[in-house]
């Protein structure tokens, strides 16, 4: 929402959580999609239609997330769609100490 006013661009609220999900923190990859499937829902399709995307998240692990959203807002119409992010956390065995 600050993003929204600052970068003056529309807040669209179309996917919305349909289901619950456990928390992701601890999980691999396989096991957070499993989590996320069919968590979430486009709830107005004609409001994202042949739009570009953004969706923003504050912090990626495995990306699951972004690639669930993005499927889901591409197969609901939108012409594009990418992911904003703040920090993107370091894949296991690379991080420098």
Request: aromatic share 4%.
């Amino acid at each position: 929402r600050e993003l929204n006013k600052v970068l003056n661009i529309p807040l669209l609220t179309t996917i919305q959580r349909h289901e619950p999900s456990h928390p992701q923190e601890g999980l691999n990859r396989k096991e957070r999609k499993k989590n996320l499937k069919n968590a979430f829902r486009c709830t107005n399709r004609h409001s994202i239609c042949g739009k570009y995307i953004a969706v923003i998240d504050d912090v990626m692990t495995t990306g699951v997330t972004a690639s669930i959203l993005a499927e889901l807002l591409l197969q609901s119409g939108a012409r594009r769609e990418d992911v904003w992010c703040i920090a993107r956390t370091s894949k296991p065995g690379t991080r420098k100490t």
